[in-house]
């Protein structure tokens, strides 16, 4: 076994662990919201699979930034301070909270979301790559949720178009400038 191989096992370990139990714990903000609801609940308006989801989402959103950054051999955004890596969690759980709970239009849900990408991006992301990757969450965490919606296994309460709402591409770029940079000094630790 190579020397970076265990790191990287605990690594993707760790990742899956938050995105398990943190995702999760996010998502029940949008079941006990009635924004979303599963097809079959299993446990705390839950899918059975809905850690497994969360996890895989947390190996992906925790490790894209080090992945890239390696493949690269370049950082994607100047090293954050940790008191900044900390904002940047508390406005994503906040932002994801509002995505549930703030009574207003999905078009003025949009606006916060991408008010909250903007400052995370001039706090946390400032360089092309970290668009780069919030633009590939914001699409592909929006596909993969329209497929899951087109399959059966939960719905949006109040969808705009493909199932999901206008505002959760805004909410996954606001998730990948708040943990990729995150990802990159977990990784570095």
Do not use: Q
């Not at 995105?19 to 714990?25: C, E, L, Q, T």
């Not at 998502?27 to 924004?35: F, I």
Request: with cysteine; proline share 5%.
């Amino acid at each position: 076994m190579r020397e970076t191989e265990p790191i990287l096992w605990r690594y993707v370990t760790f990742a899956f662990a938050c995105g398990a139990i943190g995702g999760s714990a996010l998502d029940a903000l949008h079941t006990h919201s009635g924004t979303i609801v599963y097809a079959r609940e299993w446990f705390a308006k839950m899918a059975w699979w809905t850690p497994l989801l969360f996890g895989a989402t947390g190996v992906i959103a925790l490790g894209a930034y080090p992945l890239i950054e390696r493949r690269l051999r370049r950082s994607l955004a100047p090293p954050a301070k940790p008191s900044h890596l900390a904002i940047g969690v508390v406005v994503f759980a906040l932002l994801y909270a509002a995505s549930g709970f703030l009574a207003v239009s999905n078009a003025a849900k949009l606006f916060v979301m991408l008010a909250g990408a903007l400052g995370l991006f001039a706090l946390l992301g400032r360089s092309l790559g970290s668009i780069g990757i919030a633009l590939i969450a914001a699409t592909m965490g929006s596909v993969v949720e329209a497929s899951l919606i087109y399959a059966g296994a939960f719905r949006y309460v109040t969808p705009d178009r493909f199932g999901i709402p206008m505002w959760l591409p805004g909410l996954y770029a606001v998730g990948a400038f708040a943990l990729g940079p995150l990802g990159a000094r977990l990784w570095r630790t």
